[in-house]
């Protein structure tokens, strides 16, 4: 593996079903501490990409460097504990828990041991106190005690950003993070990933191009299961490859 300051790093990574080929050696190389994004027209092969990432999927053939080690063969929770963290497109809280027992089940299993709410008082209280700082940094501390199926999306998408916090990531991957959003949401949500990334290294797939430009210091467009363009925000919009790939209304955003 090239370089101490890489995260992570595929080399020829590839994966085909059935005679289709979704990711077509692709070498992704993640800077440690970077909000890095991945982008792509529908059907460019970023969620597949996450999905091997995280190895709820079997690459075909490449390889996926850790920390400037293997994890290639390694099962998914052996990712985990590593610290590569994901989060869902679609918000995977608990809605009948409240946000701080959402935060304390992400806790528990960091520590690697069962969510149990009748573990000593000591525990609970230590692990609590630790849950009520999460959602404070990702600004839900006055609903930790309520009922999670009514809070508002936007903040459902934040209390995800806690539980994940929880599993104390190394590297967090975000699918889709502002998806179904309104304007209000996108922007808190936008400035919380940027808020959380300090000491941290996020790579994204996101679909909406103002936020790809305001805090991703790199960015990868995918085409067809291959990488088209990598760079800078100013870098990859100047290149017509990017903008015939995406075309139409999004290609405008792409300035």
């Known amino acids: 593996m090239a370089g101490g300051d890489l995260i992570l790093e595929t080399k020829r990574l590839t994966k085909a079903f059935n005679g289709f080929t979704a990711v077509n050696g692709v070498d992704l190389s993640v800077r440690r ?3 890095h994004a991945l982008i792509g027209p529908n059907g460019a092969g970023k969620t597949t990409c996450f999905n091997l990432l995280t190895k709820f999927l079997t690459p075909t053939s490449g390889q996926i460097f ?4 293997e994890i290639t063969g ?25 946000p701080v027992e959402n935060v304390l089940i992400g806790l528990q299993r960091g520590l690697g041991v069962s969510f149990r709410f009748w573990s000593s008082g000591r525990m609970l209280a230590r692990l609590r106190a ?8 990702v600004g839900l ?23 994940t916090l929880a ?42 191009m103002k936020i790809v430009a305001r805090i ?25 490859r990017v903008k015939e790939a995406y075309m139409g209304a999004e290609s405008e955003s792409l300035g």
Not at 66 to 69: A, E, M, P, Q, T
Not at 130 to 137: G, I, K, S, T, V
Not at 228 to 239: I, M, Q, T
Request: hydrophobic share 45%.
């Open 33 to 35: 501490g970077a909000i």
């Open 66 to 69: 850790f920390d400037g080690i």
């Open 74 to 98: 390694a099962a998914p929770a052996s990712i985990a504990r590593r610290g590569v963290i994901r989060s869902f497109q679609i918000s995977a809280v608990f809605p009948h828990l409240s």
């Open 130 to 137: 630790r849950a009520l700082e999460l959602l404070d940094e």
């Open 141 to 163: 501390a006055r609903y930790a005690d309520a009922k999670t199926a009514d809070l508002s999306y936007g903040h459902k998408r934040a209390l995800e950003i806690a539980t």
């Open 167 to 208: 599993m104390d990531p190394v590297l967090m991957l975000l699918d889709e993070p502002t998806q179904g959003m309104g304007h209000e949401d996108v922007d808190r949500v936008t400035a919380l990933i940027k808020k959380v990334s300090a000491g941290r290294t996020i790579l994204m797939v996101e679909h909406n």
């Open 216 to 240: 991703s210091d790199t960015i990868t467009v995918l085409q067809r299961g291959e990488v088209l363009a990598e760079g800078s925000y100013a870098e990859v919009s100047a290149d017509p």
